[in-house]
């Protein structure tokens, strides 16, 4: 169990560490909006939403959790999946501007997220449950903590760079352009 280091209340999302000398520790991102917006001297509405749940193009349902946050750049509403296992799931964020409505922005997200959805990069075969790629493959890059390694997650789904590296092999001798993205950009 995370407690803020300065609301003391229990800590039930993302953990926002602070490493300034002066305000180190560990926020909830209530108090880590308050501490940046007091910073930067702008006026901060620090607005909620609920849970959301969307069907995937395997037809599971993902229950998305969001947190607003206040970065240097601007105003950042994160959404992601809340596993048993810390491995997996999917995970967006979309930034706008200080002044933006955090109602238009979260409208933006929830299109992303509907239409990433729907996107199918995996086939899972039937004779050995393993999966395989589609020719165009889009993705994150994730950190496994237990293995202190790399993990590769597809469709909300993680591998190891060997498992990947398993799955690229359908396309042995094939040529690819690998391009990396910022979480907070569109992939198209």
């Known amino acids: 169990m995370r407690i803020c280091n300065r609301c003391g209340k229990e ?55 969001f947190e607003t946050e206040l970065v240097p750049t601007g105003r950042s509403i994160e959404a992601y999946e809340r596993l048993k296992v810390d491995k997996g799931g999917y995970k967006f964020s979309i930034l706008g501007d200080f002044d933006c409505d955090p109602r238009v922005l979260y409208s933006q997200l929830l299109q992303r997220i509907r239409k990433a959805l729907k996107q199918k990069h995996l086939e899972k075969n039937d004779w050995d449950k393993s999966f395989s790629l589609s020719d165009i493959v889009r993705g994150r890059i994730g950190y496994d903590h237990e293995l202190d390694g790399p993990l590769i997650l597809i469709d909300g789904k ?31």
Do not use: W
Not at 22 to 44: A, E, M, P, Q
């Open 158 to 188: 993680s591998f190891s760079l060997d498992d990947f590296g398993r799955m690229l092999m359908t396309f042995e001798g094939f040529q690819f352009r690998l391009e990396f993205i910022d979480l907070t950009e569109e992939v198209k």
């Open 11 to 65: 800590i039930a999302g993302q953990t926002v560490i602070l490493s300034d000398p002066v305000l180190s520790g560990t926020y909830c991102t209530d108090c880590h909006n308050r501490v940046v917006s007091k910073f930067l001297g702008i006026d901060f509405e620090h607005v909620s939403f609920e849970p959301v749940q969307i069907k995937d193009s395997y037809g599971k349902k993902h229950t998305f959790y």
